[in-house]
């Protein structure tokens, strides 16, 4: 418990505690002015300081650039003097005296880099080895163009090649040379030609290419899995993925295009030779950042390569459903607890993405089935197709190979099903096997080339079935509730499309849907979709039944009002459950119906405005509510337009007629906001109604020539007068007194005229002299004020 003292202790306490301040604060100021005194003594005898040495000019490159820069240059100046020697001044010397230059100056440059290491010029040394390189493949040119100029340049090249190889390899091992990071990579990078030009001279073929292709990428991924880090490994990394990518492309194409069982067994051959290099290497590399990769290409290239074999006594539309039966069977491997995590995961990302393949191969035919009907919009009602293909391609031609899809479908469905058991992914998983299960029954009827009848039937309990799985669904599936309910409305819509052809067919699939998505909107979670859906379909069945009875566009009009009056009810009924979402789409869906029945009688002006009256009606209803009482507004809009057509009907021309419905609601809105706020400003509520109505009708008397409208302007400019004066208010004042006197004016026009040719033509002219006397003699009494407020100030100076 904290302890208060009397006030008197602690006034003691807090005077003792300001004294031990005021005395530290003393102190410190002391020490403070006698340190800066004893600096200022000390600075008077400091020297003063030296002047800067200008800086050094700073070299722009470092030393061991430099020389690595005048290494490389030398060392290709040489290889370019061998190369012009060799290829210009051959000719002048005889057949030892070649052998002897040649000879020398390679084993010179071969043995000048072991002294050099010695001496610990590592750099000059690989100059040196490089020029010694250049010097060798010079050396195998110059003996095949003297002495072997009978054998294949593609088998020579093969040759020299895998000699040059053994050579730089063994030069790069031999204890003097063996510091170099020269002689391996370039004989790593060489040894990539031997054995594919070696393939091109002895004609193996497609084949044999392929093959030594991929005995390459082999020997490269060996050489990159046993190599240390560095150079040497970098080169085997790229020489077994370029290469090995290479053959593989190739293998696949000999595959794809084997013309029988012999050629597609050898093409899987080389398939399957490539995919157990990849998983030795993959699982040689378990924990490597390679080996992912390795093993979802194991799994691709096993797929390609038992598929290729048995491609060519299939049909082609089984081609497809082939890969993926061997995809599918890759998630066999995966389940085998004795291989390695990363081949597993290989093996699975493999198998999905033949999967997703085979599932993009059927894509185009859902498209087509999906948006396809939307084509019947330009033939409404010209008869029932001959089958669905028919109701779906209007005519296009079809497609055989695609009559496996909804296998492809329904397979890839049941996987997502039984196969994804992992408790993060199957909530995602199933989803997409109602996607995909969804998909394979609406082409169902397409590729069997079902009656038309047939065809929406299978659409119409698809989307009841959807619709209700989203109704039925938990909360906690909420992405199998979106998924459901989107597929449920995209049925919908295109069943709706394929039902154009036939009367009987849109009028009663229309009637069905709205009655079915009516039947889903209690539901709080799918109404925000289904209420809209329903009015949707409503809408289109209302101007179909209206066609079907041979109403004219504009009586149609009446029926789609009825679905404006039933969103307004829904609204409200949807506001009084505070479920907003579903009040905002019922509205916007029932506007957007109120300005499709605006549109149909835009040709009829009488049935336009009664479609403006009934649509006001709507509007003002809407607007009791508490939280829409802006709708007024708009409800006075409509109310207002409706007028104005009618008397255009009539052919009422007097602009009072069309202005006085709008200026009395305005003036009444006016008053209520003045009354609820006396601080809002008479021009807010009250010019718009009195402007509305003053400059029209004033417009219309300066070009009347009756007086009737002009005294009757003018009385009601006069009432408005004396209003603004009698309370007050600057806007009618304002605005009643100046269409009095523009009124005034007006009538007053024949009299002035007649004034002014009574008068004589030197009367204006003495007006304007006179006018410019008096300003005259105002300037003038200004400057001698001025001048006599400078002559006071002078006096007073």
């Known amino acids: 418990m904290t302890h208060v003292p009397p006030p008197a202790e602690e006034l003691r306490l807090i005077d003792a505690e300001l004294w031990q301040l005021h005395a530290r604060s003393t102190q410190l100021l002391t020490r403070r002015a006698w340190l800066v005194a004893r600096l200022s003594a000390t600075a008077q005898h400091w020297p003063p300081p030296a002047p800067a040495a200008p800086a050094a000019p700073r070299p722009e490159a470092a030393a061991p650039r430099v020389q690595n820069l005048l290494l490389l240059l030398g060392g290709l100046l040489l290889t370019i003097a061998a190369i012009a020697f060799t290829l210009v001044s051959w000719g002048h010397l005889g057949i ?51 002495a072997l100029t009978g054998v294949d340049g593609t088998a020579y090249a093969a040759g020299a090649s895998a000699v040059l190889v053994a050579g730089w390899t063994g030069y790069g091992l031999l204890p003097g040379p063996a510091g170099l990071r020269l002689p391996l990579p370039v004989a790593l990078t060489t040894a990539q030609l031997p054995l594919l030009l070696g393939a091109v001279a002895s004609g193996s073929g497609r084949y044999g ?24 490994r970098i080169i085997a990394t790229v020489g077994a993925y370029g290469t090995g990518a290479w053959g593989v492309l190739a293998a696949a194409w000999l595959s794809w295009t084997a013309g029988g069982p012999g050629s597609a067994a050898r093409a899987a051959a080389l398939l399957l030779f490539a995919a157990g290099v990849a998983l030795a290497a993959a699982l040689r590399e378990r924990a ?7 093993c979802v290409a194991v799994g691709l290239l096993v797929v390609t390569a038992l598929v290729g074999i048995v491609r060519p006594v299939l049909p082609h539309t089984w081609t497809v459903p082939a890969h993926l039966a061997a995809g599918i069977a890759l998630l066999g491997a995966v389940r085998a607890d004795r291989l390695p995590e990363p081949v597993r995961r290989g093996l699975a990302l493999a198998s999905a993405a033949v999967q997703a393949l085979a599932v993009l191969w059927a894509l185009p035919l859902l498209l087509l089935t999906v948006l396809g009907p939307a084509g019947a919009a330009g033939r409404v009602w010209s008869g029932a197709p001959a089958g669905a293909r028919e109701a779906v391609s209007a005519g296009a031609p079809w497609l055989p190979q695609l009559q496996t899809a909804p296998l492809v479908l329904a397979a890839v469905a049941g996987v997502l099903v039984l196969g994804v058991r992992d408790t993060a992914w199957r909530p995602r998983a199933l989803p997409g096997a109602l996607l995909l299960g969804w998909a394979a029954l609406m082409v169902v009827p397409v590729v069997l080339d079902l009656p038309y009848p047939a065809a929406l039937v299978v659409e119409g309990l698809a989307a009841a079935v959807l619709l209700t799985v989203a109704t039925r669904s938990v909360a906690a599936e909420r992405a199998r509730t979106v998924t459901a309910s989107v597929l449920a409305l995209v049925t919908s819509v295109s069943l709706a499309f394929l039902a154009l052809p036939t009367r009987s067919a849109t009028l009663g699939v229309l009637a069905a849907l709205t009655a079915l998505f009516a039947a889903g909107s209690p539901g709080r979670r799918l109404a925000p979709v289904t209420a809209p859906a329903a009015l949707g379909f409503g809408t289109a069945l209302a101007c179909a039944a209206g066609a079907a009875a041979g109403w004219a566009p504009q009586h149609a009009a009446l029926l789609v009002l009825a679905v404006p009056a039933v969103a307004a009810l829904l609204a409200a009924r949807a506001a009084r459950a505070a479920d907003a979402r579903t009040a905002v789409a019922v509205e916007v869906t029932g506007a957007a119906a109120g300005l499709l029945a605006v549109g149909l009688t835009i040709t009829d002006p009488a049935m336009l405005s009664l479609v403006l009256s009934l649509s006001a009606v709507i509007v003002a209803a809407t607007a009791l509510r508490a939280d ?16 104005w057509v009618r008397l255009a009907v009539w052919d009422v021309t007097a602009p009072e007629a069309y202005t006085v419905p709008v200026s009395v609601p305005a003036l009444v809105i006016g008053f209520l906001r003045r009354r609820r706020d006396p601080r809002l400003s008479s021009w807010a509520a009250y010019g718009p109604g009195l402007t509305a109505t003053l400059v029209p009708s004033l417009a219309a008397a300066w070009t009347d020539a009756h007086a009737t409208r002009p005294w009757l302007v003018g009385a009601a400019a006069l009432l408005v007068t ?36 009574a008068l004589p033509r030197w009367v204006p002219f003495a007006c304007a002299g006179l006018l410019l006397l008096a300003v005259g003699a105002t300037y003038e009494r200004r400057i001698r ?7 006071m100030l002078g006096r007073t100076h």
Do not use: N, W
Not at 289 to 294: D, F, R, V, Y
């Open 785 to 791: 004020d001025v001048r006599r407020v400078r002559e």
């Open 96 to 146: 030892s005296g070649r052998a002897l230059v040649l000879g020398a100056i390679t084993v010179a440059a071969l043995a000048a880099p072991v002294p050099l290491v010695g001496r610990g010029l590592r750099s000059t040394a690989e100059a040196v080895a490089g020029l010694a390189f250049a010097l060798t493949v010079l050396d195998a040119y110059a003996l095949h163009a003297v």
């Open 628 to 643: 829409r009482r802006p709708a007024a507004y708009a409800a006075t809009a409509l109310f207002v337009l409706a007028a």
């Open 722 to 757: 004396l209003l603004g004066a009698r309370y007050r208010l600057r806007a009618p004042l304002l605005l009643g007194g100046g269409v009095l006197v523009l009124d005034a004016l007006h009538e007053s026009a024949p009299y002035l005229v007649q004034v002014a040719d």
């Open 288 to 294: 490597g950042k390679h080996a992912l990769g390795l």
């Open 209 to 232: 290419i392929t093959a030594a292709l991929l005995v390459t990428a082999a020997c490269d991924t060996v050489v990159a899995l046993r190599a240390p880090a560095g150079p040497v």
